[in-house]
């Protein structure tokens, strides 16, 4: 039998896994034994651990409904639970429960929880209110490169940037084709290499993704030379690249949801390539403990 679940299911599941106790087990449509059919039987989820030497068991069912939910549902888990090997009953609804069905629920010892939109005074209890912010990879452009001579930096526009390359006393290309080829598959990869160690550092903001990246390489290429018009050879072994970085910044869309006493932030975004990136953000108010997930899809 294939294994019922939705996304609501999912994330109910994810939660009870980041907050159930050390050694405990969470299991999406879990399996239990009904000592009645002696049979194993499906439920959305199913959690054990142990407390003072005794296994416990909780039952956990989740209804995503456009509506609260009634006490018709609370009677069939009645019904459903009463020969399965469990010690507790949860019943999880996305909308809530109208009142008759809690208080049917109660009677029975069933608790009853919902996912409630969390309010502005609600994050005093938690460590953070998540921002979350997604950027694009750097996009690089050479502004200027400068050569060496007497001394002093010039700009490579000075000279032409049609003006033949020589290495080796053999022309190699243009100088505009053989700096920006340098600039591509040399520099850029060590400007990237460099941002994985350093990215925490230079974006320590919000405001600072914003910012251009100014980066500024001095680069020794031995045996490179040009001739100019008036047919002067130039030394331009030392050379100065100026280069900028920029790069693409969204905030998030979020939503913020309180579960019993913990915090649930979710989002997603819709990458260029239509892919889907979504994360969940869960913090418990007691241990200020927080736990981030991030999916693609």
């Not at 679940?5 to 999406?28: D, H, R, S």
Request: aromatic share 10%; charged share 30%.
């Amino acid at each position: 039998m294939p294994k019922r679940t939705n996304e609501f299911q999912k994330l109910i599941a994810l939660i009870y896994q980041k907050i159930t106790p050390l050694g405990g087990k969470v299991t999406e449509s879990g399996m239990v034994y009904d000592k009645d059919a002696k049979i194993l039987r499906e439920v959305d989820i199913l959690i054990e651990y142990q407390y003072a030497g005794h296994d416990i068991k909780i039952m956990v069912e989740c209804r995503d409904r456009t509506r609260k939910d009634t006490v018709e549902w609370i009677d069939g888990l009645i019904g459903k639970s009463k020969s399965l090997d469990v010690n507790k009953i949860v019943a999880v609804s996305r909308k809530g429960f109208a009142k008759p069905t809690l208080e049917k629920a109660r009677a029975n010892g069933i608790d009853v929880l919902t996912l409630e939109e969390a309010r502005d005074a609600d994050w005093q209890n938690y460590p953070i209110k998540p921002m979350v912010t997604i950027h694009t990879d750097e996009v690089y452009s050479l502004k200027e490169v400068a050569y060496f001579k007497d001394g002093n930096y010039y700009p490579l526009s000075q000279v032409g940037l049609n003006t033949a390359v020589l290495y080796n006393g053999e022309i190699v290309g243009t100088v505009k084709e053989v700096f920006e080829y340098i600039f591509q598959n040399t520099l850029v990869p060590q400007i990237d290499e460099y941002l994985k160690d350093k990215r925490k550092e230079i974006f320590i903001s919000r405001e600072d993704l914003n910012k251009p990246l100014y980066v500024e390489i001095e680069k020794t290429i031995p045996l490179i030379t040009i001739v100019n018009h008036e047919n002067e050879q130039i030394d331009f072994s030392k050379v100065k690249f100026f280069i900028q970085g920029s790069r693409t910044v969204v905030d998030l869309k979020q939503s913020h949801m309180k579960f019993n006493k913990t915090m649930i932030s979710l989002g997603e975004h819709l990458n260029s390539d239509g892919s889907k990136l979504k994360f969940k953000v869960i913090q418990e108010s007691e241990t200020k403990k927080i736990y981030v997930q991030w999916n693609k899809e």
